[in-house]
């Protein structure tokens, strides 16, 4: 098949949707598109949702069931079957639920977690496990411990428990034979992040890449990093384990850096950020007996860039040290066709109860609206793909 034209196949791309999500996909990324729309669902949405207001029924049937796979596991099960079965796409299950405070909360969403690595042990549909830093602890404590803050006595505990909670994870996956991808967060609770994930690399990476820290290549200084990472590698035996993705808190890490008063980490421009994402992604290809990966991209030019690395490099399309992934409910013409083809793949599957996972999804949207073409592109193919089944 002619590569450039890999990702206009709606047919492939839609195989898993009846007529009537189909129209639903094509209702609701007509609403993201209208930003000022998306600004006032968003408002109304948490207001209802803080009011007690009997909307989940109604956010259930829309945008959650388009973004999320349901509200526990077994509740995504009929999705991830279908997806594995109908469209040789795998999952990763998500547990998003954002931005708690509480240890207890912590300490459920460890066990959490956990589950879900049993969960995922012997069920070829979901490969990886997957976890944020500030679900296992105190944005403020990350944040404290990056930028070299002393911790208070208290601190020094809670931090503790946060390494602890990171040992048991990386250990069960590490048994269970699981690999584990670890998200990116903002850049000033990051550098904590890279630090203990690297620790855990050392300690569970021997033999392969089963931890995996996250590269968000919207920050310009994300090569230099991996390289010192890879250096280290070398001289501790250990293999690397990779997701890069653009990243998600462009106009925070902007805004922030602006009221703060020191240079911006963000690449200059959407070009720069490109060929960050490119040049790294190549890098990796080159070393791809030390560092495994984890192509999270909507763009279709990296994807085709990365089958092109792929042939020049010799690997393999189904090479287990190579995924790509998109997010549920979006891109499914990237993600798809790539699995038709024989590549790995697996879509981030989010779940909770509705209420918790709204800022995710949320974000989501203001991320659709945020990205030039994005939607447009989602409306086209859909567009597409309705025309195709009416004649």
Not at 109 to 133: M, S
Request: glycine share 6%.
């Amino acid at each position: 098949m002619e590569k450039r034209t890999l990702f206009d196949n709606t047919e492939t791309a839609f195989v898993l949707k009846s007529d009537s999500e189909l129209e639903r996909a094509y209702f609701l990324f007509k609403m993201i598109a209208n930003e000022p729309l998306v600004r006032i669902g968003t408002a109304v949405t948490n207001f209802a949702l803080k009011a007690h207001l009997p909307v989940q029924g109604l956010i259930r049937a829309t945008v959650f069931d388009h973004f999320c796979g349901g509200v526990d596991e077994e509740d995504c099960m009929p999705v991830i079957e279908k997806m594995y079965a109908k469209g040789k796409v795998s999952s990763v299950l998500d547990y998003s639920v954002e931005g708690k405070e509480e240890e207890e909360q912590f300490d459920h969403v460890l066990n959490k977690t956990l589950e879900i690595l049993d969960f995922v042990d012997q069920k070829d549909a979901i490969p990886f496990g997957v976890f944020k830093p500030t679900g296992f602890g105190r944005f403020l404590i990350w944040q404290k411990k990056t930028e070299g803050t002393p911790l208070t006595a208290e601190e020094h505990k809670e931090w503790d428990r946060i390494e602890e909670r990171f040992d048991i994870v990386c250990k069960k996956a590490y048994d269970c034979d699981v690999p584990l991808l670890i998200d990116g967060e903002e850049s000033w609770m990051q550098d904590a992040a890279d630090e203990l994930v690297a620790k855990m690399m050392r300690k569970y990476n021997k033999e392969k890449a089963i931890i995996y820290n996250t590269l968000q290549l919207y920050r310009h200084d994300r090569l230099e990093y991996l390289k010192k990472l890879h250096e280290e590698a070398r001289v501790y035996g250990y293999k690397i384990g990779m997701k890069i993705v653009r990243g998600a808190y462009m106009e925070k890490e902007n805004d922030r850096a602006a009221e703060k008063g020191y240079p911006t980490p963000i690449c200059e421009s959407k070009e720069a950020t490109d060929l960050n994402f490119n040049t790294t992604l190549n890098y990796i290809l080159q070393n791809i007996n030390e560092i495994s990966v984890f192509i999270g991209t909507h763009n279709e030019e990296s994807s085709y860039k990365a089958i092109e690395l792929m042939e020049q490099q010799g690997i393999a399309k189904n090479d287990p040290r190579v995924w790509l992934g998109q997010l549920f409910g979006m891109s499914d013409h990237i993600s798809f066709n790539l699995a038709a083809e024989g590549y790995n793949v697996a879509k981030y599957l989010p779940f909770g109860p509705v209420k918790d996972v709204m800022p995710y999804l949320i974000r989501r949207a203001e991320e659709n609206t945020s990205v030039a073409g994005q939607t447009t592109r989602e409306l086209d193919l859909l567009s597409k793909e309705r025309k195709r089944r009416k004649l």
